[in-house]
């Protein structure tokens, strides 16, 4: 379903794991940020985001690496714009779950935090001013009052969320840092944003990364068994091999009808008027003046914002008459003989007619069942991006999950 994701998650949390107070490597929200932003382009990362180097960095760094946190709006911005460029049903899932708002109060976080450090870095006794403790305080109460929020709902545990774990787990241990909190209580909100992915990876849990992928699996399937029981041109093609339930998945089905229009019997190795190999330069003239081939066929692609595969509907219409003959049906082909009104000693159908005449004998390539099949194709993807969004936020997880680890074995205890 998607191309292997390995987030990146950068930052250090800790000078050392005997330290009461651990000090924040300037580069966790930045990396933290960047990391999100690259999820959600379908990005890949690879490495543990340099996180035994940042370990060993020392406190004067900061001045060489503040201009690296710069990048820290920008990039939240970015995350906008990203959802802007996604396709319309998957901004909608993303909107739907935690809006514009939960976008614009990180931004506000990190923006905050960063224009506190910029003057951290400049003077460091800005630590003994209590408006800036009293700041650092609104920052951190924001992050963990939005953190609490989300943990107790249901969205809150879905990919969505998971998604903006990782920078408000950066601003609540940045702010609990500078403001000097005991290392045992650092410790803590560390266990607490593990408990939070434990509850998002938890299968079965409502509103959680596992039950979002089932429940869109299961939506997935009905809106295409839904298809085939009210669309013939759905039903002729066999689309439920396309269920992701289904035993045999193939990656693409289709309907490709041939015919010979004529105007009176004709004697094929089939019979009469039985289904014929004959070339369509032998058939074609006065008694077949009229030769259709085409195809309807639902096929998976790539979709590289999301690194997932989409369905798409592809057609393919061709008239042939005596004088194309050559664009016939390739050899072996065998195609139907259909008997149509006489002519009036015409060598060529028209195309128009032709196509009329294929209509009226296979009443699945009508125009109105490729519309319907599109409609319930397009809902269809929309559950394939909502499970290419759980995909994407588990293996972020999945990675957030082992340096949260190291974060904690570093500050001991």
């Not at 396709?87 to 976008?103: K, M, S, T």
Request: aromatic share 4%; glycine share 8%.
């Amino acid at each position: 379903m998607m191309t292997a994701l390995a987030a990146g998650l950068g930052g250090a949390i800790g000078a050392g794991p005997r330290s009461s107070v651990a000090a924040v490597d300037p580069m966790t929200v930045a990396m933290i940020a960047s990391t999100s932003i690259g999820l959600i382009q379908g990005f890949v990362k690879k490495g543990d985001g340099g996180l035994s180097a940042m370990l060993r960095a020392q406190f004067e760094l900061l001045t060489v690496v503040i201009g690296q946190l710069e990048q820290v709006q920008a990039s939240l911005g970015r995350i906008e714009e990203a959802i802007a460029d996604l396709p319309a049903q998957v901004r909608e899932i993303v909107r739907r779950q935690y809006g514009d708002q939960l976008i614009a109060q990180i931004r506000g976080g990190a923006g905050d935090y960063n224009s506190f450090l910029r003057a951290y870095v400049a003077s460091p006794s800005v630590l003994e001013s209590e408006p800036v403790r009293r700041q650092l305080a609104d920052i951190l109460s924001r992050a963990a009052d939005r953190r609490s929020t989300l943990t107790v709902l249901d969205y809150g545990r879905g990919p969505e969320a998971a998604m903006v774990l990782p920078i408000s787990m950066a601003l609540e241990i940045a702010c609990l840092s500078h403001l000097r909190f005991p290392t045992p209580i650092i410790r803590s909100r560390l266990v607490d944003y593990s408990n939070w992915i434990d509850l998002m990876m938890r299968p079965g849990l409502a509103g959680s990364i596992p039950t979002r992928r089932a429940e869109a699996v299961a939506a997935h399937d009905s809106l295409i068994e839904a298809a085939i029981q009210s669309n013939p041109l759905a039903a002729k093609m066999d689309l439920g091999r396309m269920k992701l339930s289904a035993a045999q998945r193939v990656d693409e089905v289709d309907v490709s009808p041939c015919a010979f229009l004529c105007v009176m019997d004709v004697i094929t190795e089939g019979g009469q008027n039985g289904p014929t190999s004959i070339g369509a330069r032998r058939l074609l003239g006065s008694i077949c003046p009229g030769g259709y081939m085409g195809s309807r066929s639902v096929k998976l692609v790539e979709n590289p914002t999301l690194g997932v595969f989409l369905f798409e509907q592809v057609e393919l219409d061709m008239a042939t008459t005596r004088s194309s003959a050559s664009l016939g049906p390739p050899a072996g082909r065998k195609c139907d003989i259909r008997r149509i009104p006489s002519q009036g000693g015409i060598s060529e159908l028209p195309a128009a007619r032709t196509y009329q005449y294929v209509e009226q004998a296979y009443p699945f390539l009508q125009d109105q069942h490729k519309s319907a099949l599109g409609v319930a194709l397009a809902k269809a993807n929309e559950q394939r991006a909502q499970i290419a969004l759980t995909l994407h936020a588990e293996a972020l997880l999945d990675h957030t999950r082992r340096q949260l680890a190291d974060f904690r074995a570093t500050l001991g205890g």
